[in-house]
């Protein structure tokens, strides 16, 4: 069983269009993450969120928003997408912030 | 930004423990040391993490100087499936974000 999924596991797709990340995980995590990984493999955090509510917004434009339906799911939703987006993007989750971080497999955006 | 430095690549013989050396002078009094790796096109995973004292578990042990100031992540018996990109990352338990720098590359080769 897969304990953090993603979908799509790639994603392509032209400037401009908005297009959603969706992430679950079944570990019965109460905090889950978004990270994103560019082009020189820097991996940075983007989002967490608590119990559905957000803890952390690293300054990422308001063209990407997070929307948590429950504690087992996090999906990203970009909009008007650019060439800078394209990147991978991973979800995470842990229980409490206090535990390790388990991400999933990832999903790799690519811009046209 | 990353608070650690780390060698940007490192090679092991397979069979041999791979010592993994990572400097965090800046470290604070209530920052834990943690290891992930990610190997390739995957999502980082896990190995360890400690305040001071020297830990293991099934994937590897840690070493921590007496400071705190640098520490060694030891693969006792690395395999060619350990070749990844390491990170040491410091952080407050309960810090909510992971911060990742470079990492190094490691290639077990055989």
């Known amino acids: 069983d897969t304990a953090v999924s993603q979908t799509p596991k790639y994603l392509v797709t032209q400037m401009g269009n908005d297009k959603s990340i969706k992430c679950e995980q079944n570990?019965?995590?109460?905090?889950m993450y978004w990270y994103k990984q560019d082009s020189k493999k820097f991996l940075k955090i983007m989002f967490s969120y608590n119990n559905k509510e957000l803890i952390i917004n690293e300054t990422v434009p308001n063209r990407f928003s997070p929307k948590s339906p429950d504690k087992a799911h996090l999906n990203l939703h970009i909009n008007s997408l650019e060439l800078g987006d394209s990147a991978v993007y991973f979800c995470a989750s842990s229980q409490g912030s206090q535990r390790e971080q388990f991400f999933g497999p990832g999903t790799r955006l690519t811009v046209l | 930004d990353a608070k650690t430095t780390q060698p940007p690549s490192m090679d092991c013989a397979e069979g041999r423990a791979a010592n993994l050396p990572c400097n965090h002078s800046t470290i604070s009094g209530n920052e834990y040391v943690y290891w992930y790796r990610q190997i390739h096109s995957q999502g980082p995973q896990y190995i360890i993490h400690g305040l001071k004292n020297n830990e293991t578990n099934e994937m590897a042990s840690l070493i921590i100087t007496e400071d705190r100031k640098s520490s060694t992540l030891i693969l006792p018996h690395a395999t060619l499936r350990d070749t990844a990109v390491y990170y040491c990352?410091?952080?407050?338990?309960?810090?909510?974000?992971?911060?990742f720098g470079q990492g190094t590359r490691l290639t077990i080769n055989p």
């Open positions: 570990l019965g995590h109460d905090t």
């Open positions: 990352i410091v952080s407050v338990l309960g810090a909510q974000k992971l911060v």
